[in-house]
T-cell receptor, first 113, second 111 residues
């Protein structure tokens, strides 16, 4: 069964460093998403991406964040200068047509020291 | 704005016990409602969904009914198994198709 994959499973970084989280969505899906979950809090929407551009983003997704689909398979989330409060689990998701349920990856746990 | 409020955990039950995890929502319009489950080390998996009022979603013995009058979508299972131990997330799909999640409820089923 096709699935969304994410790498790495755990990333530890120093405050101020750049990180790139990687996702491989399901191959025929067209809509891509990033969510995050700070420990003990809700899963929060960050951004949605379709047709090589951002279609929607939340207040969390400020200038420190960017997304890219550099090739036909990967979907990346970059944080330019990490802060302590960026420590969270980051989930990638994809969907075929933007209407039905989203398929989620296993997440990347980001720890900023 | 749209939001989901989910029963706090953790929840610990004995095998074959009855499970209820409460979920209520706030939304404009008529959102679709979902329950996702996350097993240890894995991603969020769709458990069941309902797209309109009075719809009942069901899967693997779990059920939830979309109640517009009480803005609720409580998850139930009549007899839980050890293999049901996981974190359960209630979610709604709002305008723009983004998902709004609850905080998740951790369930542990003991033999």
């Amino acid at each position: 069964e096709p699935e969304v994959t994410q790498t790495p499973s755990h990333q530890v970084t120093q405050m101020g460093q750049e990180v790139i989280l990687r996702c491989v969505p399901i191959s025929n899906h067209l809509y891509f998403y990033w969510y995050r979950q700070i420990l003990g809090q809700k899963v929060e929407f960050l951004v949605s991406f379709y047709n090589n551009e951002i279609s929607e983003k939340s207040e969390i997704f400020d200038d420190q964040f960017s997304v890219e689909r550099p090739d036909g398979s990967n979907f990346t989330l970059k944080i330019r200068s990490t802060k302590l409060e960026d420590s969270a689990m980051y989930f990638c998701a994809s969907t075929l047509n933007g209407v039905h349920e989203q398929f989620f990856g296993p997440g990347t746990r980001l720890t900023v020291l | 704005g749209d939001s989901v409020t989910q029963m706090e955990g953790p929840v610990t039950l004995s095998e074959e016990a009855f499970l209820t995890i409460n979920c209520t929502y706030t939304a404009t319009g008529y959102p679709s409602l979902f329950w996702y489950v996350q097993y240890p080390g894995e991603g969020l998996q769709l458990l069941l969904k309902a797209t309109k009022a009075d719809d009942k979603g069901s899967n693997k013995g779990f059920e939830a009914t979309y109640r517009k009058e009480t803005t609720s979508f409580h998850l139930e299972k009549g007899s839980v198994q050890v293999s049901d131990s996981a974190v359960y997330f209630c979610a709604l799909q709002g305008t723009g198709n983004q998902f709004y999640f609850g905080t998740g409820t951790s369930l542990t089923v003991i033999p």
